[in-house]
């Protein structure tokens, strides 16, 4: 049984969910006082927190088992990562579950910098005063939107403000320009062109590079009247250069969500009425709070089963040095490959791992990910990114990573994993940046999400065998989610059937009796 500590409180949906899972012994401290927290550290192998909760020395030293920490949101400013990668622990947060509410958030401000809507609702209904010649705003049609950073969230926006009539103009050197020119904007590699526009937003991490962006040199560029929107971390505009900016009338109006300490209470931007202000709303929303929980709760149950450690902080290989699509196939890798060492068990002879596509250059770096996770069954919690390459050596494994030729897939990866008795071969892609998909095993076709549980049946192509198969899951009480079939050329087929149950081994057996069955193979990711 691995432990899985709450530290800090989450949407309830989470908690259902690890309620569910039997080999997991949950932890829920959530209304324990932080100055009682520590002794319960000491048996938990994964923890989940939140901003209250600092992992800091006492912590990390508390938590003498722990093997990984799930930061339930985007920051983690209150986690010391240094010193949880001195000690081996991964570190993770849930950087996509808000991402819709960050884009509503970020489309009520853009609006209110138009119309400077919240003054105009405060002159009425606080003030009772009724003069529509003072509230003359813009509009947003014909207008050109600078969208600084074109992931997950500044992609979205785009296409809302697109939608609006705006024209969108994309500056983010780390995407492919493709991305922004085919939903009929023009990227840039020239900033200067960002501070052109009438409309600017930023959607940036917060780093060296990102700190003060925008500054008074920038601004000073931008044409008069300019509105400018911040609602992903506090520091990417210089807040004494906009204060000076909205003062002058530079800036016409700004809509911000995130200052560079907070609470920000008693900020000068306060004072100002051409600016729209809300207290560090992007995630609040019931629907992202409960994305949250239920995304946090998986990558915390993943980890402490050592299968995979979804948006990792602290991997081996620096992620500042790898373009933003490569996260959710380091991710995909690590699936694959656990889940080819639970169809072939046995003794490993070798791990081979081919790329095609532009995911193709970074093979080198993804092999130690198919490593782990082919070896996990047989190392447990001996292996980590760090050493698997060398346990592998030490167990005479054959590890390599190959080009493979190109298929139709933008990307693709294959892992095959080879044992005395058997060769499986997985492949699997990324769809819409982040939707991982397997879509061939052992040359047969299929479509279907590496997570939860599976049954994989490959049986002789006649007629009645999924009547038999639904039958023999009905009578164990096992309810089917999904069923994908795919057809192979010497008159078999490969079903996988994800269940919402365990399978025991009476109930794979019951398989394994039928006539047409070849064989029948059970796997959780």
């Given at each position: 049984?691995k432990t899985?500590?709450?530290c800090?409180?989450i949407?309830?949906?989470?908690?259902e969910l690890?309620?569910?899972?039997?080999d997991?012994?949950?932890?829920?401290?959530?209304?324990?006082?932080?100055?009682?927290?520590?002794?319960?550290?000491a048996d938990?192998?994964?923890?989940?927190?939140?901003?209250s909760?600092?992992?800091?020395?006492?912590?990390i030293?508390?938590?003498?088992?722990?093997?990984?920490i799930?930061?339930?949101?985007?920051?983690?400013?209150n986690?010391?990562i240094?010193?949880c990668?001195?000690?081996?622990?991964i570190?993770?947060?849930?950087?996509?579950?808000?991402?819709?509410?960050?884009?509503?958030?970020?489309m009520?401000?853009?609006?209110?910098?138009?119309r400077?809507?919240?003054?105009?609702?405060n002159?009425?209904?606080?003030d009772?005063i009724?003069?529509r010649?003072?509230?003359?705003g813009?509009?947003?049609?014909?207008?050109?939107?600078g969208?600084?950073?074109f992931?997950n969230?500044?992609s979205?926006?785009?296409?809302?403000?697109?939608?609006?009539g705006?024209?969108?103009?994309?500056?983010?050197?780390?995407?492919?320009?493709?991305k922004?020119?085919?939903?009929?904007?023009e990227?840039?590699?020239?900033f200067d062109?960002?501070l052109?526009c009438?409309f600017?937003?930023?959607?940036?991490?917060?780093?060296?590079?990102?700190?003060?962006?925008i500054?008074?040199a920038?601004?000073?560029k931008?044409?008069?009247g300019?509105?400018l929107i911040?609602?992903?971390?506090?520091g990417?505009?210089?807040?004494?250069?906009?204060e000076a900016a909205l003062?002058?009338?530079?800036?016409?109006?700004?809509?911000?969500d995130?200052?560079?300490?907070?609470?920000?209470t008693?900020?000068?931007?306060?004072?100002?009425d051409?600016?729209?202000?809300?207290?560090h709303?992007?995630?609040?929303?019931?629907e992202?709070?409960?994305?949250?929980?239920?995304?946090?709760?998986?990558?915390a149950i993943?980890?402490?089963?050592?299968?995979?450690?979804?948006?990792?902080?602290?991997l081996?290989?620096?992620?500042?040095?790898?373009?933003p699509?490569?996260?959710?196939?380091?991710?995909?890798?690590s699936?694959?490959?656990?889940?080819a060492?639970?169809?072939?068990?046995?003794?490993?002879?070798?791990?081979?791992?081919e790329c095609e596509?532009?995911i193709?250059?970074?093979?080198?770096?993804?092999?130690?990910?198919?490593?782990v996770?082919?070896?996990?069954?047989?190392?447990g919690?001996?292996?980590n990114?760090?050493?698997?390459?060398?346990l592998?050596d030490?167990?005479g494994?054959?590890?390599?990573?190959?080009?493979?030729p190109?298929?139709?897939?933008k990307?693709?990866i294959?892992?095959k994993?080879a044992?005395?008795?058997?060769?499986i071969s997985?492949?699997?892609?990324?769809?819409?940046?982040?939707?991982?998909?397997?879509v061939?095993?052992?040359?047969?076709?299929?479509d279907?999400?590496?997570?939860?549980k599976?049954?994989?049946f490959?049986?002789?192509?006649?007629?009645?065998v999924i009547?038999?198969?639904?039958s023999?899951?009905?009578?164990?009480?096992?309810?089917?989610a999904?069923?994908?079939?795919?057809?192979?050329?010497?008159g078999?087929?490969?079903?996988v059937?994800?269940?919402?149950e365990s399978?025991?081994?009476h109930?794979?057996?019951?398989l394994n009796a039928?006539e047409?069955?070849?064989?029948?193979?059970y796997?959780?990711?």
């Open positions: 049984m899985i500590i709450v800090d409180a949407h309830e949906a989470g908690l690890l309620a569910k899972e039997s997991i012994n949950v932890i829920n401290a959530i209304k324990v006082p932080k100055n009682e927290l520590l002794p319960l550290l938990a192998d994964v923890a989940i927190t939140r901003s909760t600092d992992v800091d020395d006492k912590f030293h508390s938590a003498k088992k722990i093997k990984a799930v930061r339930a949101g985007v920051g983690v400013d986690v010391d240094n010193e990668s001195r000690r081996g622990i570190v993770m947060n849930v950087p996509t579950a808000n991402t819709i509410a960050a884009v509503e958030l970020t009520a401000h853009l609006l209110t910098a138009a400077s809507f919240v003054y105009a609702h002159d009425l209904k606080q009772r009724w003069k010649e003072k509230w003359y813009v509009e947003l049609f014909g207008k050109k939107l969208v600084i950073g992931g969230i500044g979205r926006v785009a296409a809302r403000a697109k939608a609006f705006m024209e969108i103009i994309a500056y983010d050197p780390y995407i492919n320009p493709a922004v020119i085919d939903m009929g904007g990227y840039t590699k020239n062109d960002i052109a009438d600017i937003t930023i959607h940036t991490p917060k780093n060296s590079e990102t700190i003060n962006m500054d008074e920038q601004i000073a931008m044409k008069d300019v509105r911040n609602c992903a971390r506090g990417l505009y210089n807040e004494a250069a906009l003062k002058s009338g530079k800036v016409a109006f700004a809509g911000i995130v200052f560079n300490k907070e609470p920000a008693n900020h000068p931007l306060l004072d100002l051409n600016v729209s202000v809300t207290p709303l992007g995630a609040n929303t019931l992202s709070q409960k994305n949250i929980a239920i995304q946090a709760v998986e990558a993943s980890a402490a089963r050592g299968i995979t450690y979804p948006n990792a902080l602290n081996p290989i620096k992620a500042d040095d790898l373009p699509y490569l996260e959710p196939y380091i991710e995909l890798t699936k694959i490959s656990f889940l060492a639970q169809l072939n068990k046995g003794v490993i002879k070798s791990v081979r791992l596509g532009e193709n250059e970074h093979k080198d770096s993804l092999i130690t990910f198919a490593i996770g082919a070896l996990k069954e047989i190392a919690e001996k292996i990114y760090v050493n698997a390459k060398f592998a030490e167990k494994i054959i590890t390599e990573a190959h080009s493979a190109e298929s139709g897939y990307s693709k294959t892992v994993v044992t005395e008795t058997d060769v997985i492949g699997g892609t990324v769809f819409d940046e982040r939707e991982q998909r397997i061939d095993i052992n040359g047969f076709k299929t279907f999400k590496p997570k939860g599976m049954i994989f490959k049986n002789n192509d006649v007629p009645g009547a038999q198969v639904a023999i899951l009905a009578k164990a009480n096992i309810n089917i999904d069923f994908r079939l795919g057809r192979g050329e010497g078999s087929a490969l079903a059937i994800l269940v919402d399978v025991d081994k109930t794979l057996e019951a039928l047409t069955c070849i064989w029948a193979k796997a959780v990711i």
